[in-house]
């Protein structure tokens, strides 16, 4: 048996002790407030027990990491409809790059990228009633944690500096490929993108892809073939140009986001986040990446 505790904290020790942090985000003016030296990891296994080291259970901006969970509700809501809008490939460009959405005629390469995410946000937009309640209400159901909220603040300042955000919005409405109007999906978008939440509630929402589909309480939320299919994004698509380093190193399906969180998983036995706000040259959490590399060759166990 695996003590994963002890394998945290070791962990936990030497991330909070390192010089080397990164850089915090500052494109985004709220998320420059966050302190550097925050660490967490938490990890729960197959049988929901838990292990926690560091700041785990602090809310931090989950940004990218949404995507995810907005994918994964856009699948189970209206199924293969949207690999017709977004393609499946790895982009081997930044998150926020659009060259390639104009050379391929507004269809973005996957869906972990912002111009393919924000066509996920162009189809809850139009499959939900009140998108960003129902959007909240579906990550408290996969969570049973009804506290966690949008970070407002978050939300209006990357709204007022999220030009490159608006030019793929535009882009994708002059292909035909945003059926709503920019404005309406970019307000959806931000906010999925301020989500607050914990190492320790992200491990929750991410168990689906863990375990078959099946949350926490026991529900089913997506097929198996969906969970194979979203766990493949991840693992090809979910660090940018960065996911070739990422499975190299740490060799887990896996999302960042730009404040400072990666969610990763082993499939049928455990899911892992960690919270080190520093990103490395490609926008991804320094100590984070480091942390997963040491949790997968002190546990060798990853799915290589
Ligand atoms: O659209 C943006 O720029 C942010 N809301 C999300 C970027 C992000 O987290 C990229 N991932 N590492």
């Not at 996969?142 to 955000?165: C, H, M, P, Q, W």
Request: aromatic fraction near 8%; include cysteine.
């Amino acid at each position: 048996m695996i003590d994963y505790q002890n394998i945290l904290d070791t962990i936990a020790l030497s991330c909070s002790t390192s010089k080397e942090k990164g850089k915090i985000a500052n494109y985004i003016p709220e998320l420059a407030k966050v302190e550097s030296s925050k660490f967490g990891i938490h990890l729960v296994d197959s049988a929901m027990n838990n292990f926690s080291a560091g700041d785990a259970d602090e809310h931090f901006s989950i940004q990218s990491i949404s995507k995810v969970l907005s994918l994964a509700h856009a699948m189970s809501l209206v199924g293969e409809e949207i690999w017709k809008r977004v393609d499946v490939e790895p982009s081997g460009d930044p998150f926020n790059h659009l060259s390639l959405l104009e050379f391929e005629n507004g269809i973005p390469r996957n869906p972990l990228i912002n111009a393919g995410a924000i066509v996920i946000s162009d189809i809850l937009v139009s499959n939900l009633e009140n998108p960003k309640t129902d959007f909240l209400n579906y990550v408290h159901m996969l969570t049973n944690d009804s506290s966690i909220v949008y970070d407002l603040d978050v939300a209006k300042s990357e709204k007022e500096t999220g030009f490159r955000n608006y030019a793929a919005a535009n882009l994708l409405k002059s292909y035909g490929n945003l059926n709503n109007d920019v404005e309406t999906v970019l307000d959806f978008y931000f906010h999925q993108c301020s989500l607050a939440m914990s190492c320790a509630q992200l491990t929750k929402a991410f168990y689906i892809f863990m375990n078959k589909g099946v949350c926490q309480q026991g529900k089913t939320h997506l097929t198996i073939q969906q969970e194979k299919r979203i766990n493949a994004l991840m693992l090809t698509c979910g660090f940018y140009d960065e996911a070739g380093e990422f499975a190299f190193e740490v060799g887990l399906p896996g999302k960042s986001g730009v404040g400072g969180g990666i969610v990763a998983l082993l499939p049928g036995k455990y899911c892992v986040a960690t919270w080190s706000p520093g990103l490395n040259p490609k926008g991804n959490s320094k100590l984070g990446m480091e942390a997963l590399e040491k949790l997968t060759t002190a546990t060798e166990q990853s799915i290589f």
